[in-house]
């Protein structure tokens, strides 16, 4: 029991970081706080699984298209909408939660609903840790977050547009005197969350199915990983989504499964009553908490 | 040859803004007329129409309520995504009141809107703090987790809700009471943010560190515009509540939290009337497109990323310079 419980709070802190970590790049480079986020999560769920069941293409061109797919969705809405609202935070967020509502509610018109929507495994099967057994889709979760996060680490780290990410995150206004286009930069922001939304979609999804619903829960997690960690900062979404992974699997198998539902809410009280700005936000502290 | 359009103040408006007002006709009417009609029109024609349409009227009222207490918090710079947490606060409340000890709707309402009010400004004391999407973010997510709770615990009547309430005695003191509480809320809360009161508010929108250092506690302030209009969203709830004989989940639904902010953002933030003014187009619209069934929300979610993104200042404020300037083009001087 404790030590499933162990194994299995850390692979649901690793869904959390990955579904976080998308929402949470674009909003700490370009300060767009992308809430159609869900919808694109959801989006290139229902894109590989047409590319699979109507297409009949091979599972990884699919995977592949669907992903490309977010990308560019990601860039059209950031040139077609986000620029012509670029720093009005209050349109910004109702033009994407607007989209993201439409995306959403356009696939439930379109009778996208049913135990008939989902995607496969990567592979087949499970192995047993001591006496828990775990199936290799879960561990193939934990790998891909673990890698992403480590991808993220290293690029943002040793490569040019890594490095002009982290100066327009840090101040804009010096990022362009040395020459690094900000459009192109928060274009390329939202096209990498929008990117790492999809990879979370297809990991995670094959474990359930794909329901509109689904998306507002990757927003409501997505948002209370990164209110919890602090926004723009990666050490804190990884924190964060550890400790409400374990605290929702510790619940869960020691209390019940129906209280799951309040780690995240207490966490998000106890974090803003003490520290508005989340854990590990220092950069943006100021402006937050006025 | 470079050409411009120059706006100029009618003279009407300016004669009229002060006691001049009163020396004609003409200009009591110039001010009467926009205010005078709209209430006239609501208060003596809709009643009129069939009981259906009525009932579209009282759904309407509700949004509008829902979407002026969402202005009311963008004019002290508080945006909000959750109004659906009042809705769902005040339904309950109600619900609680009736369904438990039996009171009746007269004084259920009444109770519903002060304690509601006060509860989400309890629950949202903590989060004063946040300024934009922080704000946003907490009240997206509050109503959206509070349902879940109900359905997770089974408090409250879980997910059947609160069933077999008290309705209003007919369907016209719905009615009234509503478009009452609506008119009082509209022009009420124009007047505050008129005053000197109002313009602190204001002020914590547009800076509200210059309001701190004019020694003003923006907390305090905050926290009651937080309260206006959380009771006034309790009120549309606990109103709802007897309406629709039923408490429960469906309270805390998107529904309630977007549909006001569409209103508001096609209708004209901060003036209070703009709002009013596009619930008044989006919902009956809605009921003439309800065989779309899902669609419409679709159409909702698009109307805010059009609006916003190609016609930020809303309706209202179109119509408003309409009335009070008129405008020409003009050469540009070299």
């Known amino acids: 029991m404790f030590l499933g419980s162990l194994i299995y709070g850390f692979i649901n802190s690793a869904i959390l970081a990955l579904l976080a970590m998308g929402f949470n790049l674009t909003f700490g480079i370009s300060g767009v706080a992308n809430f159609a986020y869900g919808a694109i999560y959801i989006l290139s769920g229902f894109l590989c699984w047409i590319c699979i069941n109507s297409l009949g293409l091979p599972y990884l061109l699919c995977v592949l298209l669907s992903i490309l797919c977010a990308v560019a969705v990601g860039i059209l809405v950031y040139y077609l909408i986000i620029l012509r609202v670029k720093g009005l935070a209050l349109s910004e967020v109702m033009a994407t939660f607007g989209l993201g509502l439409a995306i959403m509610e356009l696939f439930r018109y379109f009778g996208f609903v049913g135990f008939r929507y989902t995607l496969p495994v990567f592979f087949d099967g499970s192995i047993s840790i001591g006496e828990v057994f775990v199936d290799y889709q879960r561990l193939i979760i934990a790998l891909s977050a673990m890698g992403l996060t480590a991808f993220i680490f290293i690029f943002t780290r040793y490569t040019r547009i890594g490095l002009a990410f982290r100066a327009i995150a840090q101040d804009e206004r010096t990022a362009l005197t040395f020459g690094i286009d900000s459009d192109f930069i928060g274009a390329l922001s939202m096209a990498f969350g929008s990117g790492l939304g999809a990879i979370a979609a297809i990991v995670i999804l094959p474990l359930g199915t794909i329901a509109v619903e689904g998306g507002y829960e990757v927003l409501i997690n997505a948002l209370a990983v990164c209110i919890v960690g602090g926004l723009g900062s990666t050490v804190g979404i990884l924190v964060a989504s550890v400790v409400i992974g374990f605290a929702q699997t510790f619940t869960a198998n020691y209390l019940e499964p129906h209280w799951m539902i309040l780690v995240s809410l207490i966490a998000i009280a106890a974090v803003l009553a003490i520290k508005p700005s989340g854990l590990f936000s220092h950069q943006k502290e100021l402006e937050e908490r006025i | ?334």
């Open chain 2, 1 to 334: 040859m470079k050409r411009r359009k120059e706006r100029i103040d009618r003279g009407i408006k300016a004669r009229s803004e002060d006691i001049f007002a009163l020396s004609s006709f003409r200009e009591m009417a110039y001010l009467l007329l926009p205010r005078a009609l709209p209430v006239l029109g609501l208060l003596c024609f809709i009643p009129l129409l069939s009981a259906y349409w009525r009932e579209v009227f009282i759904s309407t009222a509700t949004y509008a309520l829902l979407a002026i207490s969402w202005d009311m918090l963008i004019c002290a710079g508080l945006v909000s995504l959750g109004q659906s947490l009042f809705y769902g606060i005040g339904s309950y409340i109600a619900g609680i009141l009736n369904h438990y000890w039996h009171w009746s709707p007269l004084l259920t309402i009444p109770a519903a809107t002060l304690t509601g009010g006060l509860l989400c400004t309890i629950l949202l004391l903590p989060v004063l703090r946040l300024r934009g999407i922080y704000f946003a973010m907490v009240t997206l997510v509050l109503p959206l987790m509070l349902g879940r709770l109900v359905e997770a615990t089974r408090i409250l009547g879980g997910t059947e809700g609160l069933t077999g309430l008290d309705p209003f005695p007919s369907q016209l003191t719905a009615f009234y009471v509503v478009q009452l509480g609506l008119l009082a809320t509209l022009f009420g809360f124009r007047r505050i943010i008129g005053s000197d009161y109002g313009l602190i508010i204001r002020g914590i929108n547009d800076n509200d560190r210059s309001v701190m250092s004019a020694g003003l506690n923006i907390y305090w302030y905050k926290a009651q515009v937080l309260f206006m209009g959380a009771s006034v969203g309790s009120f549309t709830g606990a109103v709802g509540t007897h309406l629709d004989m039923f408490a429960g989940m469906p309270g805390f639904s998107l529904d309630y939290s977007i549909m006001p902010v569409a209103a508001a953002v096609v209708g004209g933030m901060g003036t209070f009337a703009g709002p009013v003014l596009g619930a008044f187009i989006l919902v009956p619209m809605s009921e003439i497109l309800r065989a779309l069934g899902a669609l419409r929300i679709v159409f909702y979610g698009l109307f805010l990323v059009i609006f916003v993104t190609a016609l930020p200042e809303g309706l209202f404020h179109y119509i408003q310079r309409k009335y009070h300037q008129f405008e020409r083009w003009v050469e540009v001087e070299k």
